[in-house]
T-cell receptor, first 113, second 112 residues
């Protein structure tokens, strides 16, 4: 079983749509969780951290379910500029060495006019 | 936040040659990290570059293939040696800041 699994997509949605991405992780000892955004031929950039209580940043909402080892990202009112690949990242430690980071392959989103 | 500069940003290389990628950070950091992202694949950590000691390599990566230098707290290089088409990838330099990871813009290598 892969350590971090994501639906590769692509998700093709119209502007204004709501879209949800899911991610599952295999190591129950994982401590911290993130969503990164990677534009085509660019480096990944932090979108948001994911907390057990859930967190929201504007149109973006992230949820964590530790019991099910499941992370989600919800994007409301999609914009053309949201088109990118979204990476689910899991850390076996709260902070420190990146040797404990596990990256998913990413879910590609394409928002159409 | 950290600003990370990498060069070259992209290159086309002949098989059997070696290429050195440079990474410059705008602040002093203890550890710098080198990743590879092959087409359609997830990011994979190659090694951790420690200042003043040898780099720590992840499983599947060896020093002879990916020698790393870390002469000071703001700079590191990664060399991809004796390249083959399988080495065609984006190579990313990274540092940690609190609970956040910052990446350089990446070096896109194509081996022909």
């Amino acid at each position: 079983r892969k350590e971090v699994e994501q639906d590769p997509g692509p998700f093709n949605v119209p502007e204004g749509a709501t879209v949800a991405f899911n991610c599952t992780y295999s190591n129950s000892a994982s401590q911290s969780f993130f969503w990164y955004r990677q534009d085509c031929r660019k480096e990944p950039k932090l979108l948001m951290s994911v907390y057990s209580s859930g967190n929201e940043d504007g149109r973006f909402t992230a949820q964590l379910n530790r019991a099910s080892q499941y992370i989600s990202l919800l994007i409301r009112d999609s914009k053309l500029s949201d088109s990118a690949t979204y990476l689910c990242v899991v850390n076996l430690k709260w902070r420190g060495s990146q040797g404990n980071l596990i990256f998913g392959k990413g879910t590609k989103l394409s928002v159409k006019p | 936040s950290a600003v990370i500069s990498q060069k070259p940003s992209r290159d086309i290389c002949q098989r059997g040659t070696s290429l050195t990628i440079q990474c410059q950070v705008d602040s002093q950091v203890t550890m710098m990290f080198w990743y590879r992202q092959q087409p359609g694949q997830s990011l994979t950590l190659i090694a951790t570059a420690n200042q003043g000691s040898e780099a720590t390599y992840e499983s599947g990566f060896v020093i002879d293939k990916f020698p790393i230098s870390r002469p000071n707290l703001t700079f590191s290089t990664l060399t991809v040696s004796n390249m083959s088409p399988e080495d065609s990838s984006i190579y990313l330099c990274s540092v940690s800041g609190g609970n956040t990871i910052y990446f350089g813009e990446g070096s896109w290598l194509t081996v022909v």
